[in-house]
Protein backbone atom coordinates (compact mmCIF):
# COMPACT_ATOMS: atom_id res chain seq x y z
CA UNK A 1 0.00 0.00 0.00
CA UNK A 2 1.08 3.48 -0.76
CA UNK A 3 0.49 6.98 0.72
CA UNK A 4 1.21 10.80 0.25
CA UNK A 5 2.52 12.53 3.06
CA UNK A 6 0.68 16.22 2.76
CA UNK A 7 3.68 17.44 4.92
CA UNK A 8 6.92 16.24 2.92
CA UNK A 9 4.92 15.74 -0.57
CA UNK A 10 6.39 12.12 -0.82
CA UNK A 11 5.14 8.97 -1.57
CA UNK A 12 5.91 6.00 0.51
CA UNK A 13 5.55 2.43 0.87
CA UNK A 14 3.49 1.39 4.23
CA UNK A 15 4.59 -1.57 5.80
CA UNK A 16 2.13 -3.18 7.29
CA UNK A 17 2.21 -4.03 11.42
CA UNK A 18 0.30 -5.25 14.00
CA UNK A 19 0.63 -4.59 17.70
CA UNK A 20 -2.12 -6.64 20.17
CA UNK A 21 -2.32 -5.08 23.79
CA UNK A 22 -2.79 -8.24 26.09
CA UNK A 23 -3.95 -8.48 29.87
CA UNK A 24 -2.51 -11.28 31.26
CA UNK A 25 -4.10 -12.90 34.13
CA UNK A 26 -4.27 -15.88 36.52
CA UNK A 27 -5.04 -16.76 40.39
CA UNK A 28 -2.31 -14.57 41.52
CA UNK A 29 -3.34 -11.23 40.10
CA UNK A 30 -2.46 -9.49 36.24
CA UNK A 31 -0.28 -7.98 34.17
CA UNK A 32 -0.21 -6.16 31.13
CA UNK A 33 1.57 -6.68 28.03
CA UNK A 34 2.16 -5.92 24.30
CA UNK A 35 2.53 -8.63 21.46
CA UNK A 36 3.98 -6.91 18.09
CA UNK A 37 4.72 -7.95 14.23
CA UNK A 38 4.91 -11.90 13.55
CA UNK A 39 4.43 -12.96 17.31
CA UNK A 40 1.22 -10.99 17.38
CA UNK A 41 0.11 -12.34 13.97
CA UNK A 42 0.72 -15.95 15.53
CA UNK A 43 -2.38 -14.98 18.09
CA UNK A 44 -5.01 -14.41 14.84
CA UNK A 45 -5.16 -16.41 12.00
CA UNK A 46 -4.66 -13.29 10.02
CA UNK A 47 -1.32 -11.65 8.41
CA UNK A 48 -0.90 -7.31 9.68
CA UNK A 49 -2.07 -6.61 6.24
CA UNK A 50 -4.74 -8.87 6.62
CA UNK A 51 -5.89 -7.12 9.56
CA UNK A 52 -5.15 -3.32 8.61
CA UNK A 53 -7.32 -4.30 5.16
CA UNK A 54 -10.10 -5.12 7.62
CA UNK A 55 -10.40 -2.40 9.67
CA UNK A 56 -9.58 0.20 7.23
CA UNK A 57 -12.38 -1.17 5.12
CA UNK A 58 -14.83 -0.87 8.51
CA UNK A 59 -13.84 3.13 9.10
CA UNK A 60 -14.57 3.69 5.41
CA UNK A 61 -17.81 1.98 5.43
CA UNK A 62 -18.81 3.98 8.72
CA UNK A 63 -17.85 7.09 6.86
CA UNK A 64 -19.65 7.17 4.34
Known amino acids: ???HCMNCNQHKML???CRFDVN???SSGSTTGMI???EG???LPL???Q???RT???VYVLAK
Open 1 to 3: MQI
Open 15 to 17: IPR
Open 24 to 26: LED
Open 36 to 38: MNK
Open 41 to 43: EKL
Open 47 to 49: TAE
Open 51 to 53: IYE
Open 56 to 58: STK
